[in-house]
């Protein structure tokens, strides 16, 4: 399985401001994704990131919000942008390739909390 | 919504009694996936079992399949006190292009 780094592990951020999480994977993977868990919640989908590309969001999140890069097919970065209590949560990454094994795999996420 | 529901939200046994949770979902899968969460960290996979798929075993886990369904179990036997965790299943739905949906989970607490 692919080795997820995700930077920083945890925060505490004041409200108003922007913080950048970082995604890296040890090899080249075919498709990364941003998740968010909220506090005693599951995990809801953010968006794909693509890479050399604009990031496909889902219904409910935009990209003023939540801009994403993707520079090549090991990096990307979310970030959370004029933050509010309300985005206090775990953001993950995931990974995942298209072909014989297809399983998604999870970063260590980042607990964010914002004050 | 592509989510499923997972049943039972809590679930409370000894060490060595089996664990059973269930996952249903709403719409065609290319696969299912089973994951754990220790204490609100990264996400731990567990199984994936495919859509021609009825059965899968892994260690002391087992995880069955009906599309007919749509509902997917999953048996922990023996159960251990650190297999106290969070479980979720998470459905790769047709066209989603490798987007999961994730059930709200099953907190499976195992008391020694």
């Known amino acids: 399985s692919a080795v997820i780094s995700q930077k920083p592990s945890r925060d505490i951020c004041q409200r108003g401001t922007s913080l950048t999480i970082q995604c890296q994977v040890d090899?080249?993977?075919?498709?990364m994704f941003w998740y968010r868990q909220q506090p005693g919640q599951s995990l809801t989908l953010i968006a794909t990131?693509?890479?050399?590309?604009?990031?496909?969001?889902e219904s409910g999140f935009v990209i003023d919000k939540f801009p994403i890069s993707r520079p090549n097919l090991t990096f990307s970065t979310l970030t959370v942008s004029n933050m509010s209590p309300e985005d206090s949560s775990i953001y993950l990454c995931?990974?995942?390739?298209?072909?014989?094994?297809?399983?998604?795999?999870f970063g260590q996420g980042t607990r964010l909390t914002v004050v | 919504s592509q989510q499923g529901e997972e049943d039972p939200q809590a679930l409370s046994i000894q060490e060595g009694e089996n664990a059973t949770m269930n996952c249903s979902y709403k719409?065609?899968?290319?696969?299912l996936q089973w994951y754990r969460q220790n204490s609100g960290r990264g996400l731990v996979h567990l199984i994936l079992?495919?859509?021609?798929?009825r059965e899968k075993h892994s260690g002391r886990l087992r995880v069955t399949l009906d599309t007919s369904k749509k509902s997917s179990s999953l048996l922990i036997t023996a159960s251990r006190a650190a297999d106290t965790a969070s479980y979720f299943c998470?459905?790769?739905?047709?066209?989603?292009?490798?987007?999961?949906?994730f059930g709200r989970g099953t907190q499976l607490t195992v008391w020694p």
């Open positions: 998470a459905t790769d739905a047709v066209g989603a292009l490798g987007r999961l949906y």
């Open positions: 995931s990974v995942a390739d298209r072909g014989v094994r297809t399983e998604a795999f």
């Open positions: 990131a693509n890479q050399g590309s604009e990031a496909t969001y």
């Open positions: 079992i495919r859509s021609n798929e």
């Open positions: 719409t065609s899968i290319n696969n």
């Open positions: 090899s080249q993977v075919t498709m």
